[in-house]
């Protein structure tokens, strides 16, 4: 199988310690014998104290941005470094890059590519330029929710959505709260042409990965593909 796997910042790095980097190595690694898998990592803590700084000195959004992007680098780095031989040498910077270090059949690690978006857009491109099988989002957030599961213990988790509906859902939630969907506009929307069959769940511990591609048993979110007539959540 061709995996797509999205690491959100707030996993890899919730603050910057060897350990969370050490253990998605390893499930990595673990993948590889039997699947080809790319990466794509988040920025996490660290990037909002550069983001912060950036923004007291002055600087714009789309150079914000840019730092942004420049922390997902720098977590794939580390990653790298923690995968070893088996990966590519650097984060790959287009997606080109990407697909070409597949094929060699280097396991792939990025970050973000351009301005104005962020690693969940990036992994469903990559995921539909490479072909995926299955795009998995590793996030903090343990599914998708109507309402954060954080401030309403109370919700559940959407067991399935085609990317249509979860595009309806971002667009009805008040997005001046804390909603429950751990995965933005830009990319439910790339969802909807990728075609790939995505799942979301909960990250904080790697080993959930290993087991939803194994067994196919996960908590979380199963995005399918849209069919026709598919009504609205
Ligand atoms: P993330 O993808 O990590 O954003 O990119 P996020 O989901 O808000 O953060 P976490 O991982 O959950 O903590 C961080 C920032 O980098 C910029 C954006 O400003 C984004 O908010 N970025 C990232 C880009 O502009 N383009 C990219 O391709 C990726």
Redesign the pocket.
């Known amino acids: 199988m061709r995996l797509v796997l999205s690491i959100?910042?707030?996993v890899?790095v919730p603050e910057l310690s060897p350990q969370p980097l050490e253990a998605y190595a390893d499930v990595i690694t673990t993948l590889a014998e039997a699947h080809e898998i790319c990466v794509v990592?988040?920025?996490?803590?660290p990037?909002?104290e550069y983001?912060d700084v950036g923004r007291a000195i002055g600087a714009n959004?789309i150079e914000?941005?840019?730092?942004?992007?420049g922390?997902?680098r720098l977590n794939a780095r580390l990653l790298i470094a923690a995968i070893g031989d088996e990966t590519v040498l650097a984060p790959a910077k287009e997606y080109e890059t990407a697909k070409s270090a597949l094929r060699r059949g280097d396991i792939v690690v990025m970050?973000?590519?351009?301005?104005?978006?962020?690693?969940?857009?990036?992994s469903a491109v990559l995921a539909e330029y490479v072909d995926a099988d299955r795009l998995i989002y590793a996030?903090?957030t343990p599914g998708v929710f109507r309402a954060d599961p954080n401030t309403c213990p109370d919700a559940e988790p959407f067991d399935e959505l085609t990317p249509s509906q979860l595009v309806s859902l971002i667009l009805d939630l008040d997005m001046t709260a804390e909603s429950g969907v751990?995965i933005?506009l830009h990319a439910a929307k790339m969802l909807q042409r990728a075609q790939c069959e995505t799942i979301v769940l909960d990250g904080g511990d790697p080993e959930n990965i290993l087991t939803a591609v194994r067994t196919g048993e996960f908590e979380g979110t199963k995005i399918n593909p849209d069919q026709t007539n598919d009504p609205p959540p």
């Not at 914000?64 to 992007?69: A, F, K, N, S, V």
């Open positions: 959100d910042g707030s890899l990592t988040g920025s996490g803590a990037a909002r983001i959004e914000l941005d840019q730092i942004g992007i922390v997902t970050g973000g590519t351009a301005p104005a978006q962020t690693i969940d857009a990036v996030t903090s751990p933005d």
